[in-house]
């Protein structure tokens, strides 16, 4: 089995839902309504904890632990799309990132499920709960804010269409593409993507949102081999603050 | 503003600091959350979640009551599909305040909960055939009232309920896993004595 | 994590006067049984509005009570702190949701108590109005503000209101995790590095005058709440409640070598009460009434998360659903 196929692809699996999980707990006590500030916050823990345990495979493989590897790297050692470390701006912008990223994430973890590469098809099937709220959560949210007042679905206009060709940077072609559908580790980028764009529009559709033609967006890559916007580098010297005034010390 | 929190700095400037007074009860419905902690325990009553419909109703209240502790299922009904008896003190019993009342119209199910003392919380005791709802509860009186005192009485129809569909159960599978949300993940004694230990020497 | 103290302003003379005495008898006669009151009882109006009045402190001191600690919640060290410290705060918001319900079955809703807080009609904890310096002032608030907010609140779970007993079985439920956390935070300041027991201490030199106020003004100087004792509203005396919490915790921070800034503090062990310096009234009433390191911050945040968020509550109101008091 390709180790550095695997790598790759737990890295940007894992600095996603790290740098998304930490951008959604940004929400956490300022949320629209506490039951939705509620609600939010523990998908973006779930975030954080998927994280941790893609950090902890990759401990197996080798690489060093989980605390040094969130903690210590500089932006252009991270491989998260560049989408999940946009400043979250305001709560419609926030919630189309989730839909559509989490509606990404879920269908990625259930083509896992099938994973040649053992631990990744058992965190898959474990997570699946997690992932299932995460969708029936956005997918709810989309509809009733995208068919409720004129200016909610303006808002989420305008978001849907800034977040898009962000959204398509999720599946920027990655070189073990070949090699992981070949091992049977993953289908692939590109069977994602056109997965995920059949539920994108399954769900617009449902509402009074309207969806660009797709080969009418260009995708935003670069994000998976560490060029990152100015935004990513203060967040990451933000999170290891703390962890930096020490990092042997034990906190 | 400038704030020790990163996250205040970073909020957008929005209004005046004096809000434009809002229209008072301008907000949406309360609905009625019941949580089943275990498979083989009973829903129970556990709290009010504000939402705009039964569905969001249902998401949200997944994570205000059932991120923590147990949970296998959950449901919602919203606040006025809940009839609800008169309440009682003392050794009078709610049963015996309710009167035969006349079929009229469809028969439908509903979910009868109790309220066994005051101040604890209303429990699912099972299910009736009615048409109405005061036949729910005088039906209820004849088939689901024991010795155990009652002390507040709830029916509701079985069709205004949002229940955990099959394909949802999986919604709690990691919630025993979630440790880092219990008391027992930071047990700090062992740190604690070797630390008490060094400093004694 | 709530503290009272600050719930009870005087009752003037005439104000529970005037109700059916009946139904005063019927319901002083079931709080006397121990006997919980429900919403849709029969109650005096000096109840309901003792009751709403501490209830929606309480909820507000939640929310509010969330800031000082997210202040750290994008920098928590490491994945343990980092989670831990997310779903802290995040409880902190859910135990406002439930006081908030829990004031609302007494006839107020949600709206209008988050405007009068968020127009500074409506008080809240006094220690929320503190900044959060560093890592250890989190941790601080973590383990003893939550402790004593503990104390507060299990004493108030034997109040006689159903629903408020109701979300505060459930909250203090929730908040052992809170302060098992904070005392592992603390126990691993303590033992870390030089620097590490400094942050701790210098956080302790800070917080602990407004812990001190924390449980409210002294017995001797605050205002005659017998008739909301004889109702189960107020359930322990200020000076009681701080007494119980520094015998609980005083010993936890001698143990760890920390040293606490007050130095006539120690136990009587004639009568098994602390002695320490009067904390400053003075200042506690000027923090109260608005004049507080933090209390324009606070309520500024609050109030941008409420206009924030207003076009969604709007997007959320359907005249289906128009608002109905919660039941229970």
């Known amino acids: 089995m390709n180790h550095e196929a695997i790598k790759e692809l737990l890295y940007k699996m894992a600095d996603d839902q ?34 941790l345990a893609l950090y902890t495979i990759l401990n197996d493989l080798g690489e060093q632990d989980p605390d040094t590897t969130a903690f210590t790297r500089t932006a252009d050692q991270f491989h998260n799309t560049v989408f999940t470390e946009l400043p979250n701006a305001e709560y419609d912008f926030s919630l189309i990132r989730h839909f559509l990223y989490d509606t990404a994430e879920a269908l990625r973890f259930e083509m896992l499920g099938q994973s040649s590469f053992e631990p990744l098809a058992q965190l898959a099937t474990k997570v699946r709960g997690e992932l299932r709220y995460h969708t029936m959560h956005a997918n709810i949210w989309v ?58 529009e399954s769900l617009i559709t449902q509402t009074q949102l309207q969806l660009p033609k797709w080969e009418t967006i260009t995708p935003h890559y670069g994000g998976r081999i560490g060029n990152h916007t100015e935004h990513l580098q203060p967040l990451l010297d933000e999170m290891s603050e703390v962890f930096n005034i020490d990092p042997t010390a034990e906190w | 503003m400038k704030s020790l929190d990163p996250r205040v700095n970073r909020l957008p400037q929005t209004g005046s600091a004096n809000t434009t007074p809002k229209v008072p009860l301008d907000q949406f419905g309360t609905f009625q959350v019941f949580v089943q902690p275990k498979a083989n325990k009973p829903f129970q009553h556990e709290g009010i979640v504000h939402a705009p419909n039964l569905e969001m109703a249902y998401v949200l209240a997944k994570e205000a009551f059932t991120r923590r502790f147990t949970c296998v299922s959950i449901y919602v009904a919203e606040t006025r599909n809940i009839h609800v008896s008169v309440l009682t003190e003392g050794d009078d019993d709610a049963y015996d305040h309710v009167s035969e009342a006349a079929q009229e119209g469809k028969k439908a199910s509903y979910e009868i909960f109790h309220m066994f003392k005051r101040g604890k919380q209303h429990q699912h005791v099972g299910t009736v055939e009615a048409t109405n709802p005061n036949e729910a509860l005088w039906l209820a009186s004849k088939q689901l009232r024991t010795e155990k005192q009652v002390f507040n009485i709830w029916a509701i129809r079985t069709s205004d309920i949002r229940f955990t569909n099959q394909e949802d159960l999986d919604l709690w599978l990691t919630l025993p896993e979630k440790k880092f949300r219990d008391a027992a993940a930071y047990k700090g004694g062992e740190k604690l004595k070797t630390f008490l230990d060094a400093s004694k020497k | 994590m709530y503290g009272g103290g600050n719930t009870f302003e005087g009752i003037k003379p005439d104000e529970h006067t005037g109700e059916d005495p009946i139904q005063l008898a019927e319901f002083e006669a079931r709080i006397d049984r121990g006997e919980k009151i429900e919403p849709s009882d029969w109650m005096p109006k000096l109840y309901r509005k003792q009751l709403i009045r501490m209830i929606e402190q309480h909820a507000h001191s939640e929310i509010i009570g969330a800031l000082p600690e997210g202040t750290w919640i994008t920098r928590a060290p490491g994945f343990k702190r980092k989670m831990a410290l997310m779903a802290k705060v995040q409880d902190e918001v859910g135990h406002g949701q439930l006081l908030y319900s829990a004031a609302e079955t007494l006839g107020k809703s949600r709206e209008e108590m988050i405007d009068d807080l968020i127009n500074g009609r409506s008080k809240y904890s006094n220690i929320f109005n503190y900044p959060t310096f560093t890592w250890a002032d989190c941790c601080f608030i973590s383990w003893l503000v939550d402790a004593g907010a503990i104390v507060n609140q299990l004493a108030n779970a034997k109040g006689s209101y159903g629903p408020y007993c109701r979300a505060l079985d459930r909250i203090c439920a929730e908040e052992s995790f809170h302060l098992k956390y904070g005392h592992h935070c603390v126990i691993y300041l303590a033992s870390g590095t030089q620097k590490q027991r400094d942050m701790f201490q210098e956080a302790l030199n800070r917080w602990w005058p407004p812990m001190m106020h924390f449980f409210g003004p002294s017995d001797k100087i605050s205002v005659h709440t017998e008739i909301l004792m004889k109702w189960k ?80 509550r709007e997007a959320l109101r359907t005249p289906k659903t128009a608002y109905l008091t919660p039941l229970a």
Not at chain 1, 18 to 43: C, K, Q, V, Y
Not at chain 1, 171 to 200: R, T
Request: charged share 30%; proline share 5%; glycine share 8%.
């Open chain 1, 143 to 200: 509809k009733q804010l995208g068919t409720a007042t004129k200016e909610s679905i303006s808002r989420l206009q305008q978001s849907l269409e800034f977040a898009l060709p962000y959204a398509l940077g999720i599946f920027e072609p990655s070189p073990y593409e070949s090699d992981l559908i070949n091992d049977g580790i993953f289908e692939g980028e590109k069977a994602l993507e056109e997965k995920w764009k059949k539920k994108v």
């Open chain 1, 18 to 51: 790290l740098i998304l999980g930490h951008r959604n707990s940004e929400w956490t006590g300022f949320g629209p309504l506490l039951e939705e500030d509620i609600a939010f916050s523990s998908m973006a823990q779930d975030k954080i904890g998927h994280s």
């Open chain 3, 233 to 312: 509203v107020k359930m322990g005396s200020n000076d009681d409640m701080r007494n119980q919490f520094l015998d609980m915790y005083v010993p936890k921070i001698w143990e760890l070598g920390f040293t606490i800034p007050d130095p006539n503090l120690k136990k009587d062990t004639e009568t098994g009460r602390w002695m320490y310096t009067e904390p400053d009234w003075e200042e506690f009433k000027r923090v109260i009434n608005g004049d507080g390191p933090c209390n324009k911050e606070r309520l500024e945040v609050r109030r941008i998360a409420e206009e924030r968020g207003r076009w969604v």
